[in-house]
């Protein structure tokens, strides 16, 4: 076979094979993060958050119309098919540059199975669209027998343009090229053809023009609506996104260094990612222009990545920081390709356990990458919008909060899969949902005041003549009403909650200081196992999904809120014992919580221990009193026959609340079973006394009993 032939045939291998994985690990709906937004903007030509990303919204409206699954799924094959392009990409990148196709494969996939690219690749993401420009503009610079302006610079131009569209990364990319340029030709050429290559760039810039044509049609997103030139350079200049910058000062500018070195070391195995730097000396004595490039894109990858992820949250909490650096990771890949070139030059193919290394990368990525990145049984975000939907009652205001996830699921379930018209959703900026605030309010300010907006909105709920109830979504600070989200529930007044017949529900809000550095991938593996083990419960395998859940909880035993909410879980849904394991690991973490006590005793309740809940609940009364709580506790005392134990706790109710009939009519009925005469003076009391508020069944049963107690 040809040589030519063979790397065509191998390139297709290549794309089939990645693209292959992609697909046997593809998120099958929606995904969290910016993915329902994406989705939103692409099916119905809208306008996604800045920078608006024009390009993908056009690919994405032509995938949503391939007649395959649900609309979410579709758009996960765009990412996979764009994601595998690119990789194909590099590998014929490598074949141009280095002639060597075992390189060439071991490398590319070692890119496309890292950890940041894979989750990218099989989800709904930019960035594949991105790479894949990107490639394109490598592959065209770099034409070693074809060092014509037609066919490098006049492509590498349009690419360039097309690039910073799909994304501003592609700006990082602007002093490397132009320093490879003046490396490559001739300022006399380059002067040249200075204003050909301006307006091819500017062609592929101008696919910008997609933003103010849709914003004037009103699509379902309109982020910014950038239908004048103030709010179009508004929204190129990404003005919304104020609090970018060093924001927890320089000490920790310096330490996001640190967490590059830990997103490389995690994206690229063997440490290969820190061996690719010795490549630099190659490329300087052998290729000086791809030197400059590779040199100038590292250095402002990383300084600008620094900055620009510099948020006053934990680095490793940022699940955008990785995906940042993958051209960052592309670069260096390309560099460890010459230093093997080198290698194997030198060794005149000898050295086979080099070779042997190189085709190993691949397969450590997979091997090691393949478990966190498989998101074939992901229904996360999914199932979020679907709890929250189903919790909010009907023809009621929802308002959302500044949470993409939250924004972004719910974007997709009411504009794309038209869900729940009966709700009122608003968020902050009304970038989501305009309309409503195009119905209800004046927007007179860019960034208005949450409180403001609330206040509207709930001034607009009191004057219509069938009020609406209005629900929040959780924000630190913000006495919200109502949050429901599948596990997490939270209630401020425990007061308004029926006190024992239900468990009581609550979520601790937590400050990003307090959340450890792997919260979020512990917590989505338990959320994860939770899910199956439900869809278990509903096929009748009990075992088998105790087992799963068990597993996931092992992921989060030491979040004692989870434990709790999960023990509520349990307890809805009947299954008591494993309630009972929940609330006594949330007590064995030192917690002293009230709440887990009363539940606890509710569920010895239930499996016929009265005596075991009579000792729960009075540990739970030790930590807060509470009238309902000793009625309970004399109702027990009194199944266990001891009768004057229930005629104290009937004391200490009343005299926490001695207005209440009911404590009253149960401490004489009690009395009946000690001392017959005392209780009749406890049903004249009962019948007389003026501070009791009584009940007319109450008072009638009163009577009978009085009688009764006579005879």
Same mark, same amino acid.
């Not at 800045?50 to 579709?74: C, D, K, Q, T």
């Not at 103030?230 to 996001?256: C, I, K, P, S």
């Not at 510099?310 to 010459?338: Q, T, V």
């Given at each position: 076979?040809?040589?030519?032939?063979?790397?065509?045939?191998?390139?297709?291998?290549?794309?089939?094979?990645?693209?292959?994985?992609?697909?046997?690990?593809?998120?099958?709906?929606?995904?969290?993060?910016?993915?329902?937004?994406?989705?939103?903007?692409?099916?119905?030509?809208?306008?996604?958050?800045?920078?608006?990303?024009?390009?993908?919204?056009?690919?994405?409206?032509?995938? +949503?119309?391939?007649?395959?699954?649900?609309?979410?799924?579709?758009?996960?094959?765009?990412?996979?098919?764009?994601?595998?392009?690119?990789?194909?990409?590099?590998?014929?990148?490598?074949?141009?540059?280095?002639?060597?196709?075992?390189?060439?494969?071991?490398?590319?996939?070692?890119?496309?199975?890292?950890?940041?690219?894979?989750?990218?690749?099989?989800?709904?993401?930019?960035?594949?669209?991105?790479?894949?420009?990107?490639?394109?503009?490598?592959?065209?610079?770099?034409?070693?027998?074809?060092?014509?302006?037609?066919?490098?610079?006049?492509?590498?131009?349009?690419?360039?343009?097309?690039?910073?569209?799909?994304?501003?990364?592609?700006?990082?990319?602007?002093?490397?090229?132009?320093?490879?340029?003046?490396?490559?030709?001739?300022?006399?050429?380059?002067?040249?053809?200075?204003?050909?290559?301006?307006?091819?760039?500017? *062609?592929?810039?101008?696919?910008?023009?997609?933003?103010?044509?849709?914003?004037?049609?009103?699509? +379902?997103?309109?982020?910014?609506?950038?239908?004048?030139?103030?709010?179009?350079?508004?929204?190129?200049?990404?003005?919304?996104?104020?609090?970018?910058?060093? %924001?927890?000062?320089?000490?920790?500018?310096?330490?996001?260094?640190?967490?590059?070195?830990?997103?490389?070391?995690?994206?690229?195995?063997?440490?290969?990612?820190?061996?690719? #730097? #010795?490549?630099?000396?190659?490329?300087?004595?052998?290729?000086?222009?791809?030197?400059?490039?590779?040199?100038?894109?590292?250095?402002?990858?990383?300084?600008?990545?620094?900055?620009?992820?510099?948020?006053?949250?934990?680095?490793?909490?940022?699940?955008?920081?990785?995906?940042?650096?993958?051209?960052?990771?592309?670069?260096?890949?390309?560099? #460890?390709?010459? #230093?093997?070139?080198?290698?194997?030059?030198?060794?005149?193919?000898?050295?086979?356990?080099?070779?042997?290394?190189?085709?190993?990368?691949?397969?450590?990525?997979?091997?090691?990458?393949?478990?966190?990145?498989?998101?074939?049984?992901?229904?996360?975000?999914?199932?979020?919008?679907?709890?929250?939907?189903?919790?909010?009652?009907?023809?009621?205001?929802?308002?959302?909060?500044?949470?993409?996830?939250?924004?972004?699921?719910?974007?997709?379930?009411?504009?794309?899969?038209?869900?729940?018209?009966?709700?009122?959703?608003?968020?902050?900026?009304?970038?989501?949902?305009?309309?409503?605030?195009?119905?209800?309010?004046?927007?007179?300010?860019?960034?208005?005041?949450?409180?403001?907006?609330?206040?509207?909105?709930?001034?607009?709920?009191?004057?219509?003549?069938?009020?609406?109830?209005?629900?929040?979504?959780?924000?630190?600070?913000?006495?919200?009403?109502?949050?429901?989200?599948?596990?997490?529930?939270?209630?401020?007044?425990?007061?308004?909650?029926?006190?024992?017949?239900?468990?009581?529900?609550?979520?601790?809000?937590?400050?990003?200081?307090?959340?450890?550095?792997?919260?979020?991938?512990?917590?989505?593996?338990?959320?994860?196992?939770?899910?199956?083990?439900?869809?278990?419960?509903?096929?009748?395998?009990?075992?088998?999904?105790?087992?799963?859940?068990?597993?996931?909880?092992?992921?989060?035993?030491?979040?004692?809120?989870?434990?709790?909410?999960?023990?509520?879980?349990?307890?809805?849904?009947?299954?008591?014992? %494993?309630?009972?394991?929940?609330?006594?690991?949330?007590?064995?973490?030192?917690?002293?919580?009230?709440?887990?006590?009363?539940?606890?005793?509710?569920?010895?309740?239930? *499996?016929?221990?009265?005596?075991?809940?009579?000792?729960?609940?009075?540990?739970?009364?030790?930590?807060?009193?509470?009238?309902?709580?000793?009625?309970?506790?004399?109702?027990?005392?009194?199944?266990?026959?001891?009768?004057?134990?229930?005629?104290?706790?009937?004391?200490?109710?009343?005299?926490?609340?001695?207005?209440?009939?009911?404590?009253?009519?149960?401490?004489?009925?009690?009395?009946?079973?000690?001392?017959?005469?005392?209780?009749?003076?406890?049903?004249?009391?009962?019948?007389?006394?003026?501070?009791?508020?009584?009940?007319?069944?109450?008072?009638? %049963?009163?009577?009978?009993?009085?009688?009764?107690?006579?005879?």
């Amino acid at each position: 076979m040809k040589p030519g032939i063979l790397n065509r045939f191998s390139l297709a291998v290549i794309f089939l094979l990645i693209w292959g994985i992609y697909l046997k690990t593809l998120c099958p709906t929606l995904y969290v993060g910016d993915s329902g937004e994406l989705i939103t903007a692409g099916y119905g030509l809208g306008i996604a958050h800045p920078p608006g990303y024009p390009i993908y919204s056009l690919l994405g409206r032509i995938f +949503s119309l391939v007649p395959l699954g649900e609309l979410a799924l579709r758009f996960n094959l765009l990412s996979a098919f764009f994601s595998a392009s690119a990789v194909t990409g590099l590998a014929l990148f490598l074949l141009l540059a280095y002639s060597d196709l075992c390189l060439a494969t071991a490398l590319s996939l070692t890119w496309g199975l890292g950890l940041a690219y894979w989750e990218m690749a099989i989800s709904t993401e930019v960035y594949p669209v991105a790479s894949l420009l990107l490639l394109l503009l490598l592959i065209t610079l770099h034409q070693p027998k074809r060092k014509t302006l037609k066919a490098s610079l006049y492509p590498a131009a349009l690419f360039m343009g097309l690039g910073i569209c799909a994304h501003y990364g592609f700006l990082l990319f602007a002093p490397g090229v132009l320093a490879y340029l003046v490396c490559s030709y001739p300022p006399a050429r380059l002067k040249s053809a200075f204003f050909l290559i301006l307006i091819l760039g500017l *062609l592929g810039f101008a696919t910008f023009g997609y933003l103010p044509l849709r914003a004037s049609s009103q699509p +379902s997103i309109n982020w910014g609506n950038p239908v004048n030139l103030r709010n179009l350079l508004n929204h190129l200049q990404r003005t919304e996104y104020d609090e970018v910058g060093a %924001q927890r000062g320089w000490v920790n500018f310096l330490e996001q260094f640190r967490y590059q070195g830990w997103y490389l070391r995690r994206e690229l195995p063997l440490f290969s990612g820190f061996v690719a #730097l #010795l490549g630099l000396g190659v490329s300087l004595r052998r290729r000086r222009a791809q030197f400059w490039l590779s040199l100038l894109v590292i250095l402002t990858m990383s300084l600008v990545g620094a900055f620009f992820l510099n948020y006053d949250l934990p680095s490793r909490a940022l699940g955008f920081g990785p995906k940042f650096f993958i051209p960052f990771y592309l670069i260096l890949l390309i560099e #460890l390709a010459g #230093l093997f070139s080198l290698c194997f030059s030198l060794t005149r193919g000898r050295l086979r356990l080099l070779k042997l290394t190189v085709l190993l990368l691949p397969l450590i990525s997979l091997i090691g990458h393949y478990h966190g990145s498989n998101l074939r049984g992901h229904r996360l975000a999914y199932y979020l919008g679907i709890d929250i939907l189903n919790t909010v009652p009907a023809r009621s205001y929802l308002f959302l909060e500044e949470e993409d996830n939250e924004l972004f699921i719910l974007s997709y379930f009411a504009n794309v899969l038209a869900r729940r018209a009966d709700l009122e959703l608003l968020d902050p900026y009304a970038n989501l949902f305009p309309r409503t605030y195009e119905t209800y309010f004046r927007l007179n300010r860019r960034r208005p005041p949450d409180r403001r907006y609330r206040n509207q909105v709930e001034q607009l709920a009191r004057e219509q003549s069938n009020p609406r109830s209005i629900y929040y979504t959780i924000k630190p600070g913000l006495n919200a009403p109502l949050l429901s989200s599948g596990l997490l529930y939270y209630q401020p007044n425990l007061s308004r909650i029926p006190a024992l017949p239900q468990p009581w529900k609550y979520y601790h809000n937590r400050q990003w200081s307090e959340v450890p550095l792997n919260y979020w991938s512990r917590y989505i593996e338990f959320v994860y196992s939770l899910r199956q083990g439900e869809f278990l419960l509903s096929r009748q395998r009990n075992q088998r999904a105790l087992h799963v859940i068990n597993r996931g909880f092992e992921k989060v035993k030491d979040m004692q809120w989870l434990s709790f909410n999960l023990g509520v879980m349990f307890q809805e849904r009947g299954l008591y014992e %494993q309630a009972r394991m929940a609330y006594l690991h949330e007590l064995n973490l030192g917690i002293s919580n009230r709440d887990a006590l009363i539940n606890l005793g509710l569920i010895y309740d239930k *499996l016929n221990q009265p005596s075991k809940a009579l000792a729960t609940f009075a540990e739970a009364s030790e930590l807060k009193e509470d009238g309902n709580l000793y009625e309970v506790m004399a109702k027990l005392s009194a199944e266990l026959l001891d009768y004057r134990q229930a005629e104290d706790y009937y004391q200490q109710a009343i005299r926490l609340r001695p207005t209440v009939a009911r404590f009253h009519f149960n401490r004489a009925l009690n009395m009946m079973k000690l001392n017959r005469v005392q209780a009749q003076q406890l049903w004249r009391e009962f019948q007389t006394d003026p501070a009791i508020k009584m009940e007319p069944l109450l008072l009638e %049963q009163a009577r009978h009993f009085l009688q009764e107690s006579t005879l």
